[in-house]
Nanobody, 126 residues
Framework: QVQLVESGGGLVHAGGSLRLSCAPSERTFSRTRYEMAWFRQAPGKEREFVAAIRWSDGATDYTDSVKGRFTITRDDAKNMLYLQMDSLKPEDTATYYC?????????????????WGQGTQVIVSS
């Protein structure tokens, strides 16, 4: 069964940058992929939407707290999803998950996504 695999997390000082990557576990990823997104979950908090990208045309959406600091991109040829995170803050500390969904349902709700990765941890020190 195809899975999503995140990478790129780590420990960084406030103000620093990280780039997260997400790839399918198999080179051939033939499922319909209307939209992909990044979510995050901080310790003791609920999972929250971070950013989404529509695979066909690259249209993006971000939660307000990351606008202007995070950039979601995709590389269709490489089947890769990225999240460039700049000007990181301690409140960005969380486990970050990538996910994929079909055409229906809001991008903002995790319940609309049917395939998830295992997560990559991001720690931002002050």
């Amino acid at each position: 069964q195809v899975q999503l695999v995140e990478s790129g997390g780590g420990l960084v000082h406030a103000g620093g940058s990280l780039r997260l990557s997400c790839a399918p576990s198999e080179r051939t990823f033939s499922r319909t992929r209307y939209e992909m997104a990044w979510f995050r979950q901080a310790p003791g908090k609920e999972r929250e939407f971070v950013a989404a990208i529509r695979w066909s045309d690259g249209a993006t959406d971000y939660t307000d707290s990351v606008k202007g600091r995070f950039t979601i991109t995709r590389d269709d040829a490489k089947n890769m999803l990225y999240l460039q995170m700049d000007s990181l803050k301690p409140e960005d500390t969380a486990t970050y998950y990538c996910a994929v969904k079909g055409a229906y349902g809001s991008s903002w709700y995790g319940s609309n996504y049917d395939l998830w990765g295992q997560g990559t941890q991001v720690i931002v020190s002050s």
